[in-house]
């Protein structure tokens, strides 16, 4: 009778650990569903492409632009997502309205789920770099292998400024998160009669010492 006791037990407890693991592959099925439902996938292998429907960002795309109040779909026909794939980094650029003007933002896909915002540097005021998030139209010239980002004003005048960056990353710096390395500052007069001066070039990064070597 013991025995038969015993056994009894024996199973019931095996039922029950079955269910148990049952339960938790149903869970870890859900929440990989979950998951799944909040990206989608994005394809780099076909080179550069544009996006000018609003119904086809990229969830998880979409979802850090709109956390930054970025109202892309205002402009996205005019201004259509450009997705770059470059230096083994992966862009995408995003224009953002703001007031009456606005500036693209880039966002990182070191991670295809969980694009990161980047801040590039940029030409302070008075004196040296700082950095920001929004460093105007941007444009890249694969054949350049560069970016350029140009900012302005209305304003009669007021000078436009352009930025021109590369990707890259520091020398002994292991990251693969996407590095904008600004090379050349330009900028040029604007008037009310539309026509704009040339370009002049007010900053440029020197070559490096063979010498110096910057870890």
Not at 159 to 181: C, D, K, M, N, P
Request: hydrophobic share 40%; with cysteine.
């Amino acid at each position: 009778m013991r025995f038969r006791s015993f056994i009894l037990s024996l199973l019931l407890t095996a039922n029950s650990l079955c269910a148990s693991i049952a339960a938790g592959e149903d869970r870890r099925g859900s929440d990989e569903q979950d998951a799944r439902r909040k990206y989608d996938n994005i394809s780099f292998a076909g080179g550069d492409f544009q996006i000018s429907n609003p119904a086809l960002v990229p969830r998880q795309l979409a979802l850090a632009a709109e956390q930054l109040s970025c109202r892309y779909k205002d402009d996205i026909k005019e201004s259509p997502i450009q997705f770059v794939s470059a230096e083994n980094r992966r862009v995408a650029l995003v224009f953002c309205r703001s007031g009456v003007g606005g500036s693209h933002h880039v966002f990182d896909f070191a991670d295809l789920r969980r694009p990161k915002l980047v801040e590039l540097p940029f030409i302070a005021q008075r004196q040296g770099f700082g950095t920001t998030p929004r460093p105007g139209l941007m444009t890249w010239r694969r054949d350049a292998g560069v970016f350029e980002a140009v900012t302005s004003t209305d304003s009669c005048l007021s000078s436009a400024v352009r930025h021109t960056y590369r990707l890259g990353v520091t020398e002994g710096w292991v990251s693969q998160a996407a590095s904008f390395v600004v090379v050349r500052v330009e900028a040029r007069d604007n008037y009310c009669s539309g026509n704009t001066g040339e370009w002049v070039t007010v900053w440029e990064a020197p070559p490096w010492p063979g010498s110096v070597v910057v870890r």
